[in-house]
């Protein structure tokens, strides 16, 4: 169960709000006036708390499960032990995740700017936002309404930040309009310079980076995740992206919405995502690329080339799944033969 000293709990409620709240239909005459108290998982989860099942990898514990109310998908109802009560839902997991915000919403906090930060007079902040200790905000800033800026983050000039922004510790932001609902962990960089420099034979020659960087509303960039800004063009992140930890993305990259970078991957320079495009950790994509919408990029895929809307992606460098999963079997057998 979650540690009291870090995170308050909210409710009870009893399971008919709960069903009400995740969009979940309660199992034939389950008990809908229950009253459940925490969220927990399969394996501790008591009659006084909520839990799910959404993979089959964890049956057998959800067949022993304890608990008092279980969000399942109605295929698995069968499986559920008796005195559970069911809430049926085809996604269980998004079910557990509303009810999880129920029990833990996110947290309220005292506006007001800490004795130890600086804001430049001519920035902007707006109502309900806190500023906090030893944070930096530059001149010409603007936040919206209900910001919370982490302690020794720096906001750079003229940076843009929509309403409910949070903004972790040690994160720091320059040459960027960041929309409505963005969460940036501690220790982000958005708007640094981008890798740009071109050869000579007296050495390289930087490539002044004029360009900012665009983030959509409902946006997470994760811990210590870097976005360069563009050298012209913008550098983009689509609306309702989710970027995870030590994601490097470069400059001129534009990205559609719904995309998803999982941790230690890389986007070069001037690649465009469209909408809903999924990345594997550790993945790096090349520059200048078109990836279409929907595509799928496995973990340590090198993709050097395009890729069609849809297309899923394995290896390195970079083919069709179907086809590396025909090398791999080829070599299996090639080495089968020379075994015997």
Known sequence: MPDPRFFSVAGPFTVAELAARTGAEIAGAG???RVITDVAPLESAGPEHI??????????????????????????????????????????????????????PEPAFAPG???????DPSARLGEGCRI???????????????CRIGANAVIGEACVLGDDVRVGANASLSHCIIGARVQLYPGVCIGQDGFGFTLDPEGYVKVPQLGRVIVGDDVEIGANSTIDRGAGPDTVIGAGSMID???????????GRGCVLVALSGVSGSTRLGDYVM????????????????ARIAAQAGVMRDVAPGEQVVGAPAVPSREFFRQVAAL???????GN
């Open 113 to 119: 700017v800490a004795v130890s930060a600086v804001v």
């Open 132 to 146: 906090e200790h030893n944070s930096v905000i530059g001149a010409r800033a603007e936040l919206g309404r209900r």
């Open 51 to 104: 839990t799910f099942l959404d993979n089959r990898k964890y049956l057998a514990a959800f067949r022993f499960t304890r608990a008092g109310c279980a969000i399942v998908h109605p295929d698995l109802a069968g499986d559920a032990p008796a005195g559970v009560t069911l809430l049926l839902t085809k996604t269980p997991y998004r079910g557990y995740a509303l009810a999880a915000q129920a029990f833990y």
């Open 332 to 338: 299996k057998r090639l080495a089968a033969k020379k």
């Open 31 to 33: 008990e809908r006036d």
């Open 279 to 294: 990345i594997g950790g550790q993945a790096g994509l090349a520059g200048h690329l078109a990836i279409g919408s929907g």
């Open 245 to 255: 930890n030590l994601v490097q993305i470069g400059h001129n990259v534009q990205m």
